[in-house]
T-cell receptor, first 119, second 110 residues
Framework: GAVVSQHPSRVICKSGTSVKIECRSL??????MFWYRQFPKQSLMLMAT?????????EQGVEKDKFLINHASLTLSTLTVTSAHPEDSSFYIC???????????????FGQGTRLTVV | SQQGEEDPQALSIQEGENATMNCSYK?????LQWYRQNSGRGLVHLIL?????REKHSGRLRVTLDTSKKSSSLLITASRAADTASYFC??????????FGQGTRLTINP
């Protein structure tokens, strides 16, 4: 299957600093990527839809100025957590969408996730 | 908001037994997908079933879809300790967006 690489896998940062997380589709082009957040023992909560060449679409309740998303190429989307605080500590996961040409059904491939700890 | 509801939320069985997890959803879908997540890791795609399909198999996995009841089930046969993980259903809707269920935490006891 297709491969999505997410980096870093773990990061610890000080409160007030910014952290950038990268999501790359390694063997396919993804015009759309998604960013999720997951709290312990909970499901994935969609944060935003990252569209190549245009502004990201944020879900209700997600601060776009705090979670900056850039999708500058067909293989890379970045999520920057700005002025991080302890409550931003979470597991962040990206996915890139593969579209089947024959019927337009899609399959999402996920990165391995990034464990962010803000101290 | 999360659309899918899965039950049970947690399931613990003995190795070799079959595990069945259920997923219900609320709106129309293009497809339904099942994913597995090991603790602290990303998601691994298991199987996709399209809205015009009723049953699909992949190895020890069997997925059913009942669009009239808006529900799906995932059956893992002859479970192994390595199957211990959380399992999520996700419904594919318009604009390629996936909406995830709350997940089932499966524990296989050796």
């Amino acid at each position: 299957g297709a491969v999505v690489s997410q980096h870093p896998s773990r990061v610890i940062c000080k409160s007030g600093t910014s952290v950038k997380i990268e999501c790359r589709s390694l063997d396919f082009q993804a015009t759309t990527m998604f960013w999720y957040r997951q709290f312990p023992k909970q499901s994935l909560m969609l944060m935003a839809t990252s569209n190549e060449g245009s502004k990201a679409t944020y879900e209700q309740g997600v601060e776009k100025d705090k979670f900056l998303i850039n999708h500058a190429s067909l293989t890379l989307s970045t999520l920057t957590v700005t002025s991080a605080h302890p409550e931003d500590s979470s597991f962040y996961i990206c996915s890139a969408i593969w579209t089947f040409s024959r019927d337009s059904n899609t399959e999402a491939f996920f990165g391995q996730g990034t464990r962010l700890t803000v101290v | 908001s999360q659309q899918g509801e899965e039950d049970p939320q947690a399931l613990s069985i003995q190795e070799g037994e079959n595990a069945t997890m259920n997923c219900s959803y609320k709106t129309s879908i293009n497809n339904l997908q099942w994913y597995r997540q090991n603790s602290g890791r990303g998601l691994v795609h298991l199987i996709l079933i399209r809205s015009n399909e009723r049953e699909k198999h992949s190895g020890r996995l069997r997925v059913t879809l009942d669009t009239s009841k808006k529900s799906s089930s995932l059956l893992i046969t002859a479970s192994r300790a390595a199957d211990t993980a959380s399992y999520f259903c996700a419904t594919g809707q318009g604009a390629q967006k996936l909406v995830f269920g709350q997940g089932t935490r499966l524990t296989i006891n050796p």
